[in-house]
DNA sequence: AATATAATTTAGTTTCACCTAAAAAAATAT
DNA sequence: ATATTTTTTTAGGTGAAACTAAATTATATT
């Protein structure tokens, strides 16, 4: 099994995360997140396909295989363990670290993230709430969902963000709504869909987009 | 100042590793380093010339600029950080961290590193005994000399390592001569150049070979 | 069903870092 | 001083991963 390149590291990470149930991928879409464009999508399909690792036919869209599945999960694997490294024992700030797990999660060397996952405790969730699969991908469910489909006055823990952006992950640290807080959701405005919140007793007023972007977990 | 290519930066850093006072560093040398063809060498270096990072006139072989050495010794720092990281925080072994360190050391973050650093207590010296530079470029000036030049009944500390290889390193681990052994020079024979050393009251017979390799630093 | 729009693929380029083979210059030996 | 060897450069080419523009196929609208 010879090593993949970045780039092919990058689009197989790419298609596991536009994953959809019963749908292909499609090109567009992936040129998207990547920020390419669709013809060098097109290229690097037929190159992967070749390799068995997606299944591809002309204008039918996307499908990883069980092999290119592995693959993906093993670089999303490298990518949250250190961004969990680098919160954890080098506190950067978890707005900080995206960028540079997109460069760490390319190192090659398995020995390597044996060796980091033991040193940090086999860490189960990342900065940002996401699970870190393990040695055979398996990961843990999390039971979450977004905060704006919550029921009134019930209880929630914050247990990680949707959307991964500086501007957004400064924006929590700023109205300090950080994972692990728990809240109750005490009101919804019919108007502009925000929501009032209690936080030991003080409200906390957060508009649809934050919301939106929340994943949260019932707590008893 | 842009950022350099993975490739820039190894020549920059074989051009360092290269160095030898009042003498141009040739194509060959180069190549040899890099595994690479001397035409392939020419290429970049006109390149690297035309980025200020060394002079270059042709046949004349090149030397770095201040930018260059700068830079150069920035690789160099973060490939020497992160084999620290790896053997005193992941307990790989010294013979296991040069190659892991050749990807590591192209990670762009200035941020990362100077994390790095602070977290590791901001070492001096890396596994292999070579000073780390720190972030103006400093380093401590290692006052070591080889163990084949070394008077006989003399103490000597061994300081560090010129050949770099993992068959070399394994090969002290299992003679159990590691950095910071203390050791007397007890002999030196005509024939075949090898060393008799005593090691707490035992003595032990080292090649030719395995003392032209080591460095070490004289002891009280 | 015919047409318009959108998605996807093909064709032809570009840049980077490498290569081989041949030419040119420098260094060494006779 | 000339000839030989070694080093370095030039010329021409390759593969990976991107790009633009044009062609093709699929989907949506009338
Ligand atoms: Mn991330
Ligand atoms: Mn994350
Ligand atoms: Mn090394
Ligand atoms: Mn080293």
Redesign the interface.
Known sequence: MIALTISEENYLKALYHLYQPDEGIGTNAIANHLNTKPASVTEMLKKLSEKKLLTYEKYQGVILTKKGYASALNVVRRHRLWEYF?VD????KWD?VH??AE??EH???D??IE??DM?LGHPKIDPHGDPIPDKEGKMCIVNCCCMSEIKLNTKAKISGVKNHTTAFLKHLDKIELVIGKVVKIKERNEFDQSVALEINKKVLHISKDVAQNLLVEKVK
Chains 1, 2 share one sequence.
């Open positions: 680098l024992k080098l506190n950067l900080e960028d540079i460069q760490l190192i090659q060397s020995v390597l060796k980091l040193y």
